[in-house]
Structures are given as C-alpha cells and as structure tokens.
T-cell receptor, first 114, second 115 residues
Framework: AQSVTQLDSHVSVSEGTPVLLRCNYS??????LFWYVQHPNKGLQLLLK??????LVKGINGFEAEFKKSETSFHLTKPSAHMSDAAEYFC????????????FGIGTKLQVIP | NAGVMQNPRHLVRRRGQEARLRCSPM?????VYWYRQLPEEGLKFMVY????????ESGMPKERFSAEFPKEGPSILRIQQVVRGDSAAYFC?????????????FGPGTRLLVL
C-alpha cells in the first residue's frame, strides 16, 4: 500500500522569498515520486520526478526536490518565488511493483504575495 | 506532438442524464488512466486501461460508471444517470508503458457540472 501526506493545505509566501512545500510518503516498494502543478482551471503539469537515481531532483521553473528515505520525505523547494508560481501543487507516489498506480496527495495551494 | 486531449472541457448535465467524457492519449501511448478530482480534494484514481482491456477499475464506483479504450478511437468514461455528487473534474492521463518510473501525462480535464 502507498500513501502521500501533504502537510500544508495552504502556503503563503512573499514574492522573491523561498518556497517550501512539504510531502511525506509511505510505500511498500521503492517508490517513484512526482510533483505536479495545477494552475486554476488547467490540467496538471509535471514539475519533476524521482526514480531512484540522484536524490536531489531538479525540475522546471527553478523547482527542485530532495528524496530523503530516512525521513520518507520529498519536499519541494524554490529559492525565490515568482507571482506565476501561484497554483496548486500535488505530490504523487507510484510503486514500482506491478503496474503503475499512482496516489495523489490532497494538494497544497501556494499563494504568492506581491 | 500533441498532448493528451480531452473533450469536452466543460459539460453540464441534469440529474438522470448521461455524461460521456473522451480522452485521446498522446501519440504512441497505449496506457490510459482516469482520475476524478472532487472540490477541495486531490485526484483519486478511477480506472486504468490498455487498448481493449480494463486492467484495474478498483477506483470506479460500482454502479453507473464505465470506461472503455477501444482499438480505434479515444477512451471513453461514461456516467449514466448522473447525480449532483458526480460534479467534479475528470482527468485523463496516458503513458507509453506501465511501471513505476513511467511518467503519466495529463490532459486538461473535463469539468462536469450536474444541475
């Protein structure tokens, strides 16, 4: 069984300050982990993914995430927030066992204050 | 290479009517997944299909919902006799193959409103 916990439903940051969106997971197998972003009334766009290679993963738009097995975490960070980063972010886990069946976190809404 | 296509983007139905949601996967993708996003909730897995086969429908409600992915044409998610609780955004994703490392690419979603 697998699960994802996004610890914050809402995060608010000022433009130009760092972003931290937290995600913890549980998985029976070696997981793949993803972050997706959803802008209002839009589909989901893949930001980055971890698939057992480097533990620090760099994604699009300056985002990155670090896989920490000991903490079962995959937090998303960005050094400096931009107004266009305001959106909802989903952490996703997928077991390697069997076929791909992903589990989504509940999402974190990021607000960027000018 | 066009992305995953879904239509319609918005669908309004009255209670008791049928809703048909279509998904055309990315070119070369033979695996399709449907998810439902209820207001203020994350995405919930509904069904996983390959061409002409339903692989896993463990997330589908037992009644009124069905899905298919025919040899030719788009995947269809069908909801019969819709109720207000079916109002949600329905997302389709596709991938080239299965396996945990394979990325799913999402369509823009169909937003269903049941009056």
């Amino acid at each position: 069984a697998q699960s994802v916990t996004q610890l914050d439903s809402h995060v608010s940051v000022s433009e130009g300050t760092p972003v931290l969106l937290r995600c913890n997971y549980s998985s029976s197998y070696s997981p793949s982990l993803f972050w997706y972003v959803q802008h209002p009334n839009k589909g989901l766009q893949l930001l980055l993914k971890y698939t057992s290679a480097a533990t620090l993963v760099k994604g699009i738009n300056g985002f990155e995430a670090e896989f920490k097995k000991s903490e079962t975490s995959f937090h998303l960070t960005k050094p400096s927030a931009h107004m266009s980063d305001a959106a909802e972010y989903f952490c996703v886990v997928s077991d390697l066992g069997g076929y791909q069946k992903v589990t989504f976190g509940i999402g974190t809404k990021l607000q960027v204050i000018p | 290479n066009a992305g995953v296509m879904q239509n319609p983007r918005h669908l309004v139905r009255r209670r008791g009517q049928e809703a048909r949601l279509r998904c055309s996967p990315m070119k070369g993708h033979s695996h399709v997944y449907w998810y439902r996003q209820l207001p203020e909730e994350g995405l919930k897995f509904m069904v996983y299909l390959q061409k002409e086969n339903i692989i896993d429908e463990s997330g589908m409600p037992k009644e009124r919902f069905s899905a298919e992915f025919p040899k030719e044409g788009p995947s269809i998610l069908r909801i019969q006799q819709v109720v207000r609780g079916d109002s949600a955004a329905y997302f389709c994703a596709s991938s080239t193959k299965t396996g945990g490392q394979e990325t799913q690419y999402f369509g823009p979603g169909t937003r269903l409103l049941v009056l």
